[in-house]
């Protein structure tokens, strides 16, 4: 079932592509093969991921997209990979939005504006999902962190953030990984914008990861706007 979903997620209108080529690379379908083993061999991720899929209608495909850009993207920085390991990245990945179980669905699906303390409650969603994930840390080291990162850019004031390089630098890829495809995907309230569109706000955004968000344009975005 994860598999055809997978692939769906990236084939389907309104999702962002295999690119540059339609259809998926055999460099990709690895991916995306790794990502279905791990899902297949964790009764623990299978079961988180099934709440995700039950609960968050709109963050179930976001987060096996971002699953699969998240590790393409460490893919290229094999120090990163072999310090924590395959699986915690995919985990990471695909478990990162899990906070957002507690969080008001009225508030989380809102058409339109949130307002400021809306928005206040749904950047928790990082802090709790880190702390959901924390009972995986024996098998997915660093899971916990990776995952309270992943919303760097917005940092709290009064939680301290991790002092570990590897857990800022991967939390620092999931977080691009996450917004390239928040952006390159259509949701309720928005079309998906195009690949060109998602540079532009990405580097506005991550301006010393130019190189990486370019790696990730060129693979993955909507090349229909
Ligand atoms: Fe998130
Ligand atoms: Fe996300």
Not at 117 to 134: C, D, N, P, V
Request: charged share 25%; proline share 5%.
């Amino acid at each position: 079932m994860i598999r055809r979903e997978i692939t769906d997620l990236f084939t389907n209108n309104g999702c962002p592509n295999f690119s540059p080529i339609k259809g998926i690379r055999s460099d990709q379908e690895r991916i995306v093969n790794e990502i279905i083993n791990l899902v297949n061999e964790s009764p623990e991720v299978a079961e988180e991921l099934a709440k995700i899929r039950t609960n968050l209608r709109w963050d179930y495909p976001h987060s096996l997209r971002t699953a699969v850009l998240f590790y393409d993207l460490t893919e290229q920085e094999p120090e990163l990979l072999d310090a924590v390991g395959t699986e915690t990245v995919i985990a990471a990945g695909l478990l990162h939005d899990i906070g957002k179980l507690w969080m008001p669905k009225k508030i989380l699906y809102k058409p339109g504006k949130l307002k400021e303390q809306e928005i206040e409650l749904i950047k928790l969603h990082s802090l709790y999902g880190s702390m959901m994930l924390r009972y995986l840390e024996d098998k997915y080291p660093d899971i916990s962190g990776i995952v309270f990162e992943h919303h760097q850019d917005q940092p709290f004031s009064y939680v301290h953030r991790s002092d570990d390089p590897l857990v800022l630098r991967l939390g620092a890829l999931l977080c691009l990984a996450d917004q390239h495809e928040a952006l390159s995907s259509s949701r309720s309230y928005k079309v998906a914008f195009s690949q060109e569109l998602s540079k532009q706000i990405l580097n506005g955004r991550f301006p010393a990861m130019v190189k990486e968000t370019d790696y990730l344009i060129s693979r993955y975005g909507n090349e229909k706007n």
